[in-house]
C-alpha cells in the first residue's frame, strides 16, 4: 500500500470499505461497515467490529453495546454526535474478529482514521488498543492516555463487556476512563496530566519519558513503529 494523502475525501473512504473484499467476512455479511460520523469531528471512538444490529444498519455503534456508550459520553460532557465512530474489522465476525481478518482490514483501519482527521481517540476494548499499540496491556491502559502513531490514545474496556459483565467494577472504570478522556477532548487539563508514570505493559515504574519500564522499552520501540511502509503522522 502507498501512503494515503490525510485529507482523503469521506466518502472514496466508505465506498471503498463497501467494496472491500479482502478477507472471507464480505461473504457472509450483508454489507462492511464504514466510518460513520460528519467533519470537522471532535474524537475518534474505535471499536472491535460490528455487531448484529450495526451489519443490518450499516452503522456502527448502534446496538446494544454502542447506545451504552453514547449515554455515557453524553454524561460526561460529550456530544456523541461530535464523534467518528469505526472499527478495527469492518465486517460483522458473529463472535471475536481473528487475526486473519484483524491484518487484511488494517489498510481500511488506516484510511478510515486519515479521513476522520482528528487525533483524540478513545479505544473501546482490547482489540482496538492492540490495532494502535499491539502489545500493550488493557488493564495497565484504561482511564489514561499513551501518545503514538500522532494520535493521543484513551483505553477503556468495551461497553459490550459491561453488559456481559454486569460487574459495577467494571462499569465504574469506564466512567472513569470517560471522565479522563472527556477532559482531554475539552483541553480542560494540561495533557501532560494525564501521562502514565507506570508501564503500560506490567504496571511497574515508567522510565527515560516512555510509557514503558526499563524491561519494555524494546517492546515500546516496536509498538511505536506502525507497520506501514512509509512512516507518516495522521494528523
Request: aromatic residues 8%.
Amino acid at each position: 500500500m502507498g501512503v494515503v494523502d490525510a485529507s482523503l475525501n469521506l466518502i472514496e473512504v466508505r465506498d471503498e470499505i463497501r467494496a472491500c473484499t479482502r478477507c472471507p467476512l464480505h461473504q457472509i455479511v450483508k454489507a462492511p461497515v464504514p466510518i460513520s460520523g460528519t467533519l470537522p469531528t471532535k474524537y475518534i471512538v474505535l471499536g472491535e467490529a460490528p455487531g448484529r444490529f450495526e451489519d443490518h444498519k450499516g452503522i456502527p455503534f448502534i446496538g446494544p453495546a454502542g447506545r451504552l456508550l453514547r449515554r455515557k459520553l453524553k454524561n460526561h460532557g460529550l456530544e456523541p454526535d461530535e464523534a467518528m465512530y469505526m472499527n478495527v474489522v469492518s465486517c460483522y465476525p458473529a463472535g471475536t474478529p481473528n487475526p486473519k481478518s484483524i491484518k487484511a482490514c488494517q489498510h481500511n483501519l488506516e484510511i478510515q482514521l486519515m479521513a476522520a482527521c482528528c487525533d483524540m481517540v478513545l479505544a473501546c476494548g482490547g482489540t482496538a488498543l492492540h490495532s494502535l499499540v499491539p502489545h500493550a496491556q488493557l488493564k495497565w491502559t484504561q482511564g489514561s492516555m499513551v501518545e503514538v502513531h500522532g494520535f493521543k490514545i484513551f483505553s477503556i474496556w468495551h461497553p459490550s463487556f459491561i453488559l456481559q459483565s454486569k460487574s459495577k467494577a467494571i462499569d465504574k472504570q469506564v466512567d472513569s476512563g470517560i471522565a479522563a478522556f472527556s477532559w482531554a477532548v475539552k483541553a480542560q487539563v494540561p495533557s501532560d496530566w494525564l501521562k502514565h508514570s507506570y508501564c503500560i505493559y506490567c504496571g511497574g515504574t515508567a522510565s527515560e519519558d516512555t510509557p514503558a519500564c526499563r524491561k519494555h522499552l524494546k517492546t515500546w520501540r516496536k509498538d511505536s513503529t506502525w507497520n506501514r511502509p512509509q512512516q507518516m503522522k495522521l494528523v
